[in-house]
Each structure stands twice: as structure tokens, then as C-alpha cells.
């Protein structure tokens, strides 16, 4: 008997095979080519045993996502979640990024959503299960399968989570031990659905740029009675074998589809073979039942996408990410204006999240802006020193190497996942990265008003809360050093921006470069 595993992960909302930047539809991810990959599966494999799993971070990423939590009437709000529903997904597991709408929204989206939820970390203040149980055990012809949820602990730092009165996390081993054992005992199989990834490869080196955010590697190292793990959170396409586990990680967006088999002896109940890989959704039709649940959604959605809302004076696109990361251009420029006007602040730091961007077009739209800045964070005004800001820049500074001479992006901020929003550009001063020179050593120039920073010389920084929490390892950013903050996401306060101002003059004043200098 074959029981067989079908998960994705991360799938951040997208449902439709677009990633919004145009209205073209024929990507190749989706959870409508994710349901009819599963239905085409289901239909050539008759005989097995297939259960379906999400693995997190669905409820935030993708423009719809971010309409339906924060604009969409009820009747929108059901299409998004029964999309989910209609795949048929028995088990889901909590992602970070669930709690960026806060714990209502999520709490609402739990308890209209089919699927059975699992945590065990993610507990409160008596470190009892806050959201849903730990685990649950399924029994499918005479096996009795049991799945055990976790969330990477960098949940705690990577929202504004610690304004939730009763929310705490405990580590993954430490709920391992806490539940294996007993959940061990009562069941024939158990799973690992895990909202995190993998902080060494299977000879055990170091890949992880961000300690602690990923366990997967020591938690099978470590807990003994795992038969199988699913994975996420980093947006690895794997399927192998570690510590004699078999392990999937199925990409973002629903790209793939993670699949693990069981060979069951129905005899005794025992795993005589266990198989790990990968299905791709690229060659799926979406499934039309789906398309039309979220028909009208989808309508609303691309209306409010194409409003218009400012014109141009200029140029605020770009077509190359990489080269608009190592020279300003207009766009940043435009976008630190923004924030430093909000926060009333003479310096600014932003990120070019991710390398869909292309700036914004004339007239902007809430396309242009949603496209551009994809998370739903908010903005804080710091007093720092210094001292800090050189500190911050070297650690800025780190997104780049040097290959034959010519400066490139630091394959550590492209593997195991990629990390474009951990690498800031700066408004308010003027200066120069050498990525020539040793790590640490990297800030050549670095000036405010025109005078030379010194290290005890007082400043106020408009960045976004994630970063001001030291976020994406910038120690030097705490958060007793914040000293004001806004509640509005930043697209809201870029949308509030372009209201008032319907014409747009597009400026440049280079005030950043990245050189590599012997």
C-alpha cells in the first residue's frame, strides 16, 4: 500500500498564474495549476493513499492577498479562502507572515478554512498552544499518521508580532521533545510540517546567512522518530533524503508541489520504502473551478490595481534591478522622499525588494505600488548615532562581493534563499562602499550636510520597523532607539503621498556609490 504526501509552501496568496506586474495570466505557479496538477495526480495514481498539506505563508505576498485583508467585503474575503478550501488540503501549518494582518485576521482565517491546522511551538505565556493543537493524527486505511506543526522561531522578530498580549514561541527541538515522544506512541508514522528550512546541507556546512531562522538540519539531527519532513519558508526547490528522513521544500507560489511516499506493509504497518520529489505545475491548465470562485475578486482586484492616481515628470522606472541597486535611481530617490517626509526625518533607508520591480510608470497605479513594495510593514523614526549608521552600512555593505574585478551580489544573498530586502540604500547622506576592501572596512565615505559623520554625532533615520528591530542582522537597531512610528503600511503611505500630489517630478541626486577599488 502506497500513501502518498502531496505539500506546498509559501504559496503567499498567489492564486491566479500572474505575479500582478501586468494583467498577463500564464506564469507558471498558482494555486489554480497547483489544484489541477493535484487532480491530474490523483487521477493517474488510483490506487494510492494521497493526503494534501500547506505549509504556510499563504495569507500575505501577493497583491490579492493584500486586497482581500485589507479592502475586500465579506463576499471577497470567502472567495479567497474557499480557493484554499477547494484544493482539498487536510493539514496546514502556521507561516510567519500569517500574523502580518494581525491575529483577528488570521484567527478569522483559521476557522473558516477546512484544513486542520497543527503548532506546536507557537504557544502562550503558560507555554500551552495559543492558536491550535500541536498536532493532529489522521488514520488512512489502518494507518494511523501523525503531523506535527512547527514555525521557525525568527517569527518572533520578523513582524510586529510582540504587540500580540499572549503570544510566545518556544524552539522547534524543544517542542519536538516536548510531543514526539507521546505522539511517537500512539500513531505508525510520524510527519514533521515545518514552516522553516534547512541551516546546513547533508554534509552539515554552514549555508544560512540568518542563524536561528532554520532548524530543519538540527532538529533531524537530534529528534529521533521522524519519518517524514515537509519544509518551507526559505523558497528551496528539494527533494532528499537527510539523516535517512526524507525531506521536501516545494519553492513559493506554488511552483511545485512536494510529494513524499510511503511504501506501507499492510501486515505489520512498517515503512518498507520511502521516496522524495518534486512535481512542477509549469505545464497545468488553472483549475476552472477555482478561476471561477475568485472571477469577481479577481475583477475588483484589477480595477483597483488600474486606478490611476499620479503622473510623472520624468522617469521613476528602471530595467535592470541589479544596476538600480549599486546606482540610485530616481525611483529609490522618490521612495525615501516619501518616508522621510512621514517620519520627519533628514535620512532614510529603503530596499528594492525583490528583482520583479520595475519603478513606477505614468500615470502610477496601485500596481505600480504594490508590485514595488510587497510587504505589508510600517515605518519607525530612530534616534541613532554615528557610530550606528557606519556600523550599518558595513553590514549594507555585505550584499556585495567582488568577482574578476567587477563588483557582484554575494552568493550568500542568493542561496539558500534569496535576501534583496536585506540590503539597504540610503537618502539623507552622501557615500562609498569599496567592496574591494575586507568586510568591515567597506565604508570609504560617509558624510551628512556635507561634513564628514562622526562617530558620536546624534541622528534621526526613517526605516521600516522590521529593520528597526535589528532585523536581517543589523544589531546597531533596537528598539529602544525608536522614538516615533506610524501605523500605516507603507503602501498606504505612499498611496496618501500620490493623493496629494498628482504630479510627480522624477530627481536624482546620486548620492550613494558602490565601487571596487584596490
Not at 502556521?94 to 483559521?110: M, S, T, W
Request: hydrophobic content about 35%; some cysteine.
Amino acid at each position: 500500500m502506497k500513501i502518498t504526501l502531496l505539500a506546498t509552501s509559501d504559496t503567499h496568496g498567489f492564486i491566479e498564474p500572474t505575479n500582478y506586474v501586468d494583467s498577463n495570466s500564464d506564469k507558471p505557479f498558482g494555486l489554480e495549476k497547483v489544484s489541477s496538477t493535484i487532480k491530474r495526480y490523483i487521477r493517474q495514481h488510483p490506487d494510492e493513499k494521497v493526503i494534501l498539506i500547506d505549509n504556510g505563508d499563504f495569507l500575505q505576498g501577493s497583491p490579492m492577498a493584500d486586497y482581500v485583508a485589507k479592502r475586500a467585503d465579506t463576499t471577497d474575503r470567502a472567495a479567497f479562502i474557499n480557493a484554499y478550501n477547494q484544493v482539498g488540503y487536510r493539514i496546514g501549518s502556521i507561516g510567519n507572515h500569517e500574523f502580518d494582518y494581525g491575529l483577528d485576521y488570521l484567527n478569522f482565517v483559521i476557522n473558516h478554512s477546512t484544513r486542520q491546522f497543527v503548532c506546536a511551538n507557537i504557544v502562550d505565556r503558560d507555554n500551552e498552544p495559543l492558536l491550535t493543537n500541536p498536532y493532529t493524527i489522521m488514520t488512512v486505511a489502518g494507518v494511523k499518521i501523525g503531523f506535527l506543526g512547527l514555525t521557525t522561531t525568527s517569527t518572533k522578530k520578523w513582524k510586529n508580532v510582540n504587540d500580540l498580549n499572549d503570544f510566545n514561541l518556544i524552539s522547534e527541538l524543544t517542542a519536538c521533545k516536548r510531543y514526539l515522544p507521546g505522539l511517537r506512541d500512539k500513531v505508525d508514522i510520524v510527519v514533521i510540517v515545518y514552516h522553516g528550512g534547512f541551516e546546513r546541507d547533508r554534509t552539515g556546512t554552514w549555508n544560512d546567512i540568518n542563524p536561528g531562522e532554520n532548524r530543519g538540519y538540527d532538529i533531524l539531527k537530534n529528534i529521533k522518530g521522524i519519518d517524514g519532513f515537509i519544509s518551507g519558508h526559505q523558497h528551496r526547490k528539494i527533494a532528499s533524503e537527510l539523516f535517512k528522513v526524507p525531506i521536501i521544500q516545494p519553492g513559493s507560489r506554488g511552483e511545485y508541489i512536494g510529494k513524499i511516499t510511503f511504501d506501507i506493509s499492510p501486515e505489520d504497518k512498517r515503512i518498507t520504502h520511502r521516496n522524495a520529489e518534486l512535481l512542477s505545475v509549469a505545464d497545468s491548465d488553472p483549475d476552472q473551478k477555482i478561476a471561477k470562485e475568485i472571477a469577481s475578486l479577481s475583477d475588483h482586484l484589477q480595477h483597483w490595481l488600474d486606478k490611476p492616481l499620479s503622473r510623472i515628470d520624468g522617469d521613476l522606472t528602471f530595467s535592470d534591478p541589479f544596476h538600480a541597486r549599486i546606482k540610485e535611481s530616481a525611483f529609490i530617490e522618490f521612495i525615501q522622499k516619501i518616508q522621510m517626509a512621514k517620519m520627519g526625518t533628514d535620512i532614510s533607508a529603503t530596499a528594492l525588494y525583490n528583482n520583479e520591480a520595475h519603478g513606477f510608470e505614468s500615470p502610477i497605479t496601485m500596481r505600480n505600488i504594490i508590485t514595488n513594495y510587497v510587504y505589508p510593514n510600517t515605518l519607525v523614526k530612530s534616534r541613532i548615532t554615528g557610530a550606528d549608521l557606519r556600523a550599518a552600512l558595513e553590514v549594507t555593505a555585505k550584499y556585495f562581493d567582488v568577482k574578476h574585478g567587477e563588483v557582484v551580489v554575494n552568493e550568500r544573498f542568493m542561496f539558500p534563499k534569496e535576501r534583496f530586502y536585506n540590503y539597504d540604500m540610503y537618502e539623507g547622506i552622501e557615500y562609498t562602499l569599496n567592496i574591494a576592501r575586507p568586510v568591515g572596512h567597506r565604508v570609504t565615505k560617509l558624510k551628512y550636510h556635507g561634513q564628514d559623520v562622526t562617530d558620536d554625532q546624534i541622528l534621526f533615520v526613517t526605516l521600516n520597523r522590521y529593520r528597526a528591530s535589528g532585523g536581517g542582522h543589523y544589531p546597531m537597531y533596537t528598539k529602544d532607539k525608536i522614538v516615533a512610528s506610524c501605523d500605516m503600511t507603507i503602501s498606504q503611505i505612499i498611496l496618501e503621498y500620490l493623493q496629494k500630489h498628482p504630479i510627480i517630478k522624477a530627481t536624482n541626486n546620486h548620492n550613494f556609490k558602490i565601487e571596487a577599488k584596490d
